[in-house]
């Protein structure tokens, strides 16, 4: 069984997205992570390449500047925003704000692998 988790980490600042990427690399040493400047960007990885199972996307103001192409394919992942003023657009997300430490970010991306597990067993 192959435990890679790949993780598209959506952040303009280099410092924020080496420290996620060293993160996930220690919660899971399997991990690959990449870093994108836009979703659009992450989305236009290829698939058989770079298939994220996890989105660490970081707002800008505030806000995700998202078009459909872009939410469609965030749902289809576990997503995790980083200073996201309102939450409640996007409530099956984890969201995370500044300052933040390992274990917040641990314990959302564990939060959202759980949930996919747990939906399987509570639909048997």
Do not use: Y
């Given at each position: 069984?192959?435990?890679?988790?790949?993780v598209?980490?959506?952040?303009?600042?280099?410092?924020?997205?080496?420290?996620?990427?060293?993160?996930?690399?220690?919660?899971?040493?399997?991990?690959?992570?990449?870093?994108?400047e836009?979703?659009?960007?992450?989305?236009?990885?290829?698939?058989?390449?770079?298939?994220?199972?996890?989105?660490?996307?970081?707002?800008?103001?505030?806000?995700?500047?998202?078009?459909?192409?872009?939410?469609?394919?965030?749902?289809?992942?576990?997503?995790?925003?980083?200073?996201?003023?309102d939450?409640?657009?996007?409530?099956?997300?984890?969201?995370?704000?500044?300052?933040?430490?390992?274990?917040?970010?641990?314990?959302?991306?564990?939060?959202?692998?759980?949930?996919?597990?747990?939906?399987?067993?509570?639909?048997?």
């Open positions: 069984m192959d435990n890679t988790l790949c598209a980490i959506v952040i303009r600042d280099p410092l924020v997205s080496q420290d996620i990427a060293g993160i996930f690399a220690f919660w899971n040493p399997s991990t690959v992570s990449r870093v994108f836009t979703v659009a960007e992450a989305r236009a990885a290829p698939e058989g390449d770079f298939d994220p199972m996890l989105v660490f996307v970081a707002a800008q103001d505030g806000h995700l500047v998202l078009d459909p192409p872009d939410v469609d394919w965030l749902q289809q992942r576990g997503v995790i925003t980083l200073d996201l003023r939450r409640r657009l996007f409530p099956h997300w984890q969201h995370l704000a500044r300052p933040f430490t390992q274990a917040h970010v641990i314990e959302a991306a564990h939060r959202l692998i759980a949930d996919d597990e747990q939906e399987r067993v509570e639909a048997e």
